[in-house]
């Protein structure tokens, strides 16, 4: 790599960061004013001082193996397995049959519009176009539903079909460029084409799940290291997908190449590490992974949509002589979308297999598909010297294919992306739900009476003068008493949505206490991610005004996820009957401790906001389920303590231990921070008191 190279990519950081701030004040997406900032550049780069800029260029190569893992693993380490799983068939026909509906229906309707207006192109060209402009772009949509808060559904299904949509519209890309390039065979290349296809998507999802078992094994084995940790997950994204590639040029079965999908098994990697390998990395790294990931995005995000521009820009093409043509593409790719949308989700409404998709989602499905870097790549993928029967063009097909796309490109950024905002406020699916609003008042309450609190400590101690007490006093008791006048009012009106919102506080705060007792190593990993799974199905009936609980005995069934890893370690991995015992001892006993400190924290709630929840009713009915709950689960911890014996001494001594190791630990981090010892002694002191932690 060249000095230029380096400097090309620093000055475009640095561009992409004043390009971010000014996105902010313009109130325009960040990524569509980098395509335009790019764009600005090339003509800059043509000075003598700013050549260098042009060092540095979007090739195949650096997005395909550099770029996208990373987008990808970020996007897919934080989608929930559960929650794909329940929107399986809405994704899986969004991302294949949409695709494949969209792409035909673009190649077959512009062969026809453009000879209509004079222009006429070969088939396999418009074919080759369909499959590439099929690909979705998320990131700019995605952000505005984030800045919007559209539910979270939706925004599930959006970034689920565009992660595999991507994968998919790939896999047909290639085939088609296949084709193009070998010649039409009649139906032995609809066979071949679609038995290819077939083999990359499920190829792809399965060595994606191997390899994320294998790198969360991995991880599990690297505990209390974030380095390690970190550096895995940087390996599992990159090395999947640069695997898959290797794999689909060399693997060979039956005389028959078998291609996997490198998009769909990084996808499907990086969604095991995130939904199982997450709860082996640990606890104090996990909080730092979330944010090296956001941030390694922002880079590959920055970089990518910048050279974009620049690509563009400096592209060899006239585009004045496409304009008409450029036009024509726009609109039938808009109306290939909604061909792509509206029937089959209506289709998947009328399975009733899953929730129903609203008009109005889909009408934000149809608008907001953004086409970026992915398109760009595959026109990339396109060989200079590709020809086709019937091209008498002085351009090649791979410049006038990258002319419509890009045209495509400019469109839906300049012009969908900056809409899609406007579009949420029209459809009202930025609006609180009733729950969210007595969830607004409710939590305004609380924190209006937390400040008061703290200001009478602040003055008490000397903190703030009596006048600017007495003045913030009454400015923020007037704001409590609004809040709890609301609160009041809301219950008067529907009191079920306040007790459904202090349910959902009484669940996080469950979640909350959850993670204390694993992070003290009081629960198991897969005692953990139990009842953690129980409290996400409660949470999700609360949401949608069901029942928290049947009874409170209910067991809760796993995704197919959890499920596939029981199945695995019920036929490899034996296990001792006193070792599931102490599992299912574990397991009732932090139940217990969680459900304890919740109903301590909603008698505390009682006590200090009196008549918040109106007759204090919800507080009454929340209270007594919990309370029901830690009587069941207390008697089966008793119950299954009865036939542990001995073990359970050396159990709870290692709780109350791992406890005080703890303790210790968070205090010698404060000696260390306020240099009461050197880095050195505080070493040898950790040393010391984990070997003492860990010596029964």
């Not at 050396?650 to 231990?657: P, V």
């Amino acid at each position: 790599m060249s000095l230029e190279v380096v400097l090309a990519v620093l000055l475009l950081m640095l561009i992409s960061i004043g390009t971010y701030f000014v996105a902010g004040r313009l109130k325009v997406p960040y990524t569509v004013l980098l395509v335009i900032v790019g764009s600005i550049l090339v003509p800059l780069s043509d000075f003598p001082f700013f050549q260098f800029i042009k060092s540095f260029q979007l090739t195949p190569e650096l997005l395909f193996f550099v770029f996208l893992p990373v987008l990808i693993f970020e996007s897919a380490y934080n989608m929930n397995m559960r929650e794909m799983a329940e929107n399986i068939r809405s994704i899986s026909w969004l991302s294949v049959v949409s695709l494949i509906v969209s792409a035909f229906f673009v190649a077959f309707a512009l062969f026809w519009g453009l000879k209509l207006i004079g222009f006429p192109v070969p088939f396999m060209a418009t074919l080759i176009f369909g499959a590439l402009i099929s690909a979705t772009d998320p990131v700019a949509v995605l952000a505005l539903f984030k800045e919007f808060g559209v539910p979270r559904r939706l925004s599930l299904i959006f970034e689920g079909e565009s992660l595999f949509n991507d994968g998919t519209s790939l896999a047909l890309f290639l085939i088609v460029l296949e084709v193009a390039l070998a010649g039409f065979s009649g139906l032995s290349s609809l066979l071949e084409g679609t038995f290819m296809f077939t083999t990359m998507v499920a190829g792809g999802v399965a060595f994606g799940l191997f390899m994320g078992f294998v790198f969360a094994k991995l991880i599990g084995k690297v505990k209390d290291n974030e380095h390690i940790e970190i550096t895995l997950t940087m390996l599992v994204a990159h090395l999947t997908f640069i695997l898959s590639e290797l794999l689909s040029h060399h693997l060979v079965l039956f005389g028959q190449e078998i291609k996997f999908s490198s998009i769909i098994a990084t996808v499907m990697a990086s969604m095991v590490i995130g939904n199982y390998g997450r709860f082996k990395i640990s606890p104090r790294v996990e909080e730092y992974m979330e944010k090296f990931w956001g941030y390694f995005a922002f880079v590959a995000n920055s970089l990518v949509f910048i050279l974009m521009g620049l690509l563009f820009a400096d592209l060899p093409i006239r585009f004045d002589h496409f304009l008409v043509p450029m036009l024509v593409t726009v609109v039938i790719v808009m109306v290939g979308r909604a061909l792509s949308i509206y029937p089959v989700v209506a289709i998947v409404n009328r399975l009733k297999k899953e929730k129903p998709i609203p008009m109005s989602w889909q009408h934000l499905l149809a608008w907001g598909s953004l086409r970026g870097a992915l398109a760009v790549t595959m026109v990339l993928l396109i060989p200079d010297t590709l020809t086709l029967p019937g091209w008498n063009y002085d351009f090649t097909v791979k410049e006038f294919i990258a002319a419509i796309t890009i045209g495509c490109i400019y469109f839906t950024l300049c012009i969908k992306a900056t809409s899609i905002g406007t579009m949420i406020k029209r459809m009202k699916l930025s609006d609180l739900t009733p729950l969210e609003t007595v969830e607004y008042h409710e939590c305004s309450a609380l924190i209006y009476q937390e400040a008061l609190e703290k200001l009478e400590d602040f003055h008490a101690k000397g903190y703030v003068k009596s006048d600017v007490f007495e003045r913030l006093k009454s400015e923020y008791a007037e704001r409590y008493e609004k809040s709890v006048a609301s609160c009041r009012a809301l219950f008067a009106a529907t009191p079920a949505d306040m007790g459904r919102a202090l349910q959902m506080y009484a669940l996080g705060m469950e979640k909350r206490f959850l993670k204390e007792l694993y992070v003290y190593q009081e629960i198991s990993e897969s005692e953990y991610k139990e009842i953690l799974n129980k409290i996400a199905i409660q949470t999700n009936r609360v949401e949608e005004g069901e029942e928290q609980l049947v009874h409170h005995a209910e067991r809760f069934h796993q995704d197919w996820f959890e499920r596939l890893i029981a199945w695995f370690r019920e036929k490899f991995c034996t296990r001792p009957a006193k070792q599931e015992l102490l599992e299912e001892y574990r397991y009732y006993r932090a139940q217990e401790v969680v459900l304890a400190k919740v109903l301590r924290r909603l008698k505390s709630i009682a006590e200090r906001f009196p008549g918040l929840y109106g007759d204090d009713a919800s507080i009454r009915s929340v209270t007594t389920l919990y309370e029901g709950l830690r009587a069941d689960a207390g008697q089966k911890r008793d119950g299954v303590a009865a036939q542990i014996g001995t073990e359970l001494i050396y159990l709870n001594e290692s709780f109350g231990r791992y406890a005080l190791f703890k303790t210790e630990e968070r205090m010698l981090e404060e000696l260390l921070e306020n240099a009461m010892l050197p880095r050195k002694v505080a070493n040898m002191l950790y040393n010391e008191l984990r070997d003492e932690a860990y010596s029964i």
